[in-house]
C-alpha cells in the first residue's frame, strides 16, 4: 500500500509522467485519502481541470443529456461495487462543444468499504471515427435500398420480392393474400412503333396509372421487362379483383394518341388469392399468378385470369 501510494504521487506530482500517459490516452483516478486527484487526460476541459476536490460523479454533468442516463449507470456499478470494467461511448463537453468519446477502464484497487481508490482508464476522441461510421452506415442503407428497386421506374424490382417476401408473404394458414402478375400486352409493337425510347415512356406512364389504383399497403414490383407484380397483403378475394379490375380500366384509359396514331395499351392480368401454408412461399403463388396470365394471353389479352389456391 506505501509503495502504491509512493508510486502514484510520482505519476501525480511528475507532470511529464502523466502527461506521457495523457499522450496514449490513459489516465489515473487516485481516490486514496488524502490523494483525490485525476490524472491529465483527453477528457478534462479548462473548466474540469480547475476543480480542487475530485467527486466520481461529478464528470456526468459534462456529458451530454441525451447520453447521460446510461453513462450514468454504468459508472454508478464501479462506484457502488457491482463491476470493476466501465465501457461507454458518449458525448463530452470539451471547451463548449460535445466529442464523443470512447472510455474504457477498470479498478484496481478498492478501500474495505468497496469504494474505488484507485482506477485506470483509456478516453479517446471517436468524434471523426462516429462521423465516418454513421456516413458508412447511410451510404449501406442507400446501397441496400437500390439494389432492391428498378431505377428507371422507381419502384421496388424482383430482387425486392426475393429478399423481402418475410414482411408480406405470412404462411400461417390464417392470413390471406393476392398475388397479382401483370403484362402489357403488345409491348414489342409498342416498341417498334414507337421506337425503344418511346417504349419506355409508355412503361413510365403504365406504372403512374397503375399506381392510382394502389392503396399504400398495396406492392407494385417490376418483375422484368413489361412484367409487373402486385401484392396484396390481407386482401380478400372480391378487394383483389375489384383492385385487378380497376387496374385494367386504368390502363385502357390511358391515351397514347399523342405519340402516334391508331396506338392503344392494354394489360393482361393473372390472380391468385388464398390462405398461404408453412409449405408454401411467395414464388408458390407468383408461378400460379403467373400460370394464369399466361392463360389470359392465350385466351385473348386484356382480360383478368383468377385462381383460388386451396
Ligand atoms: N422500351 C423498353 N422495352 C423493353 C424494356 N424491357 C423489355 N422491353 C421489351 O419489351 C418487350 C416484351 O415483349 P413480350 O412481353 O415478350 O411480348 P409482347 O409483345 O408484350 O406480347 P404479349 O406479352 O404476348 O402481349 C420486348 O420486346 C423487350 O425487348 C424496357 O425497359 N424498355
Redesign the pocket.
Known sequence: MASKQKALDVLFNDPSISAALARVNVFVINHYSGGRDVSASLIPNEDFSAQTSYDPLMWLEYVHPDDRAETEQAWQAIVQGDSDVFEGEYRFLVDGEYRWIANKGTVINRAEDGTPELYIGADRDITEERRLRDLLQAEKERLAQLVIKDD??NIPNRRYLETKQSQFFIADGRTPIAVLVL??????????D??????????HTFVRHVSTCLQPTDILARY????FVLVLPKATLDYAQAKAQSILDAVNSIDLSAMGENLSISV?IGLVHGLPEVTQDFWTYFEEADAQLLLA?ELG?EQIQSKVLG
Open positions: 428507371f421506374l403484362d402489357i400486352d403488345n409491348f414489342k409493337q409498342l416498341n417498334t414507337l421506337t425503344h425510347h418511346g417504349g419506355d415512356e409508355v412503361l422484368g421487362g413489361d412484367e393482361s394471353k389479352k
